[in-house]
């Protein structure tokens, strides 16, 4: 297996390099500092495995990622970050990298990642890849065509019947993004997006036509209606995009061939619209209900205010703010009183130590747990058991 480790921080690669290599003896590892180097390294060297960070002067790491997977698709990629760049490692996570390393990290987290995509990588060699691959390159092919053919550009003897034959009936998908410093993350996450629910809930694809403009073609499966698919990928979008954008759905469609008209279509509407549609700015209407829901699926894990923050793709102090405005209570007092409930609830449960109960609910010491535990309900978890179970 060979490893590329991107990082402009030179003793974060080498730390990394040395780490690897000192516990696996069959694993070239190569090094890069900077997105460009990595492409170029990419290009000449077979990689199985890249670990990259976020942020690089120049092209940073998300840039990286979305011009090389396509045309590198067998890469697994292992997203290197701090605290403060968590948004981008959940969005990195979202749109295909494997994991991510937080920084400052130990050779423990590192060992642990790189043993795992071993294995995975040891199984996927015993597979036969040939004729899942030549389907792969063909769909590509087909989609470059496709964005050439709508652009009004050669296709050379390309026969469109091998796209057209797919979709008798369909509907075209027009995402129109406003222009901004974010607009390559953006793109990124709705061709991610919308590939992953063509995928779900039909057959389709969806190009980069324009810079800031996004055209998919979809047939859908019987039991899914052009208007619940577009609630279901506005919601979606709204979700993962900081940006405004306007999202359009045709009709039923049956004349393939007419597609270029069509798109047409939806550029008129786009600018006449002012390139915001009413869904656009409803992404953080919900912000509050996604982060509860959130904290109560991982009590375990480390809920600070930023990380939580970065969840739903905002600034820690304005989450904080939205967060009391929307709750009455603060964000500190709010995940105290929710581990404590939780905590009520598996003393219920006898076979469960006091130990275990605090690591469940996030405090893996228990003496902390305690204390906490006994301002909330002024007595200790013990005391709090015997009694209920006296009731």
């Known amino acids: 297996m060979h490893i590329l ?6 003793t974060i690669r080498e730390g990394l390099k040395r780490t690897i290599s000192s516990v ?21 060297e077979r990689i199985h495995v890249v670990f990259l960070d976020i942020m690089m002067p120049g092209m940073n790491g998300l840039e990286l990622l979305a011009e090389a997977r396509h045309s590198h698709k067998g890469i697994k990629w292992i997203v290197v970050s701090a605290y403060s760049e968590f948004a981008y490692a959940q969005e990195a996570l979202r749109l295909g990298a494997k994991d991510y390393i937080l920084k400052p990290f130990g050779k423990e987290q590192v060992v642990e990642s790189v043993t795992s995509l071993m ?10 890849t040939g004729r899942g691959l030549l389907e792969q ?25 091998s796209i057209r034959d797919e979709h008798e009936q369909f509907h075209l998908i027009g995402i129109k993004l406003n222009s901004n410093p974010e607009l390559t993350l953006g793109n990124f996450i709705v061709e991610n997006v919308m590939t992953e629910l063509i995928e779900r809930h039909g057959k389709g694809f969806i190009v980069n036509l324009d ?3 996004l055209v998919g073609v ?14 279901v990928a506005v919601k979606q979008l709204d979700r993962c995009l900081q940006v405004p954008y306007q999202f359009d759905m045709s009709e ?10 069509e798109i047409r279509k939806f550029h008129m509407t786009a600018a006449e619209a002012g390139s915001v549609d009413e869904h656009a700015q409803g992404g953080k209407s919900d912000v509050i209900d996604i982060a509860i829901q959130y904290m109560k699926s991982n009590f375990q894990d480390n809920l600070s205010l930023e990380i939580v923050s970065s969840v739903v793709y905002l600034n820690p102090v304005y989450f904080s703010k939205l967060f009391k405005q929307k709750t009455g209570t603060g964000y500190k007092e709010y995940v105290t009183k929710l581990r404590m409930e939780r ?24 003496r902390h747990f305690t204390q906490v535990f006994r301002k909330h309900y002024d007595c200790t978890p013990s005391h709090f058991r015997a009694e209920k179970a006296n009731v």
Request: net charge negative; proline share 4%; hydrophobic share 40%.
């Open 137 to 161: 390159n063909l769909n590509y092919l087909r989609e470059a065509v496709f964005r050439r053919w709508v652009q009004g550009l050669d296709i050379g003897n390309f026969d469109l019947r």
């Open 119 to 128: 294995e995975e990588w040891r199984l996927e060699s015993a597979r036969p």
């Open 218 to 231: 979809l047939t859908l499966q019987e039991d899914m209606g052009s208007a619940a698919f577009k609630e």
């Open 252 to 261: 039923l469609l049956c004349d393939f061939y007419n597609i270029p008209d």
């Open 24 to 44: 696996y003896d069959d694993i070239t590892v190569s090094t890069a500092a900077s997105a460009n180097d990595a492409l170029a390294l990419l290009g000449s």
């Open 343 to 366: 905590a009520e609830e598996l003393l219920a449960d006898p076979d469960l130590s006091i130990t275990r109960i605090a690591e469940l609910v996030g405090y893996p010491d228990v």
């Open 5 to 10: 480790i991107v990082d402009d921080e030179r």
């Open 211 to 213: 810079g800031d403009f």
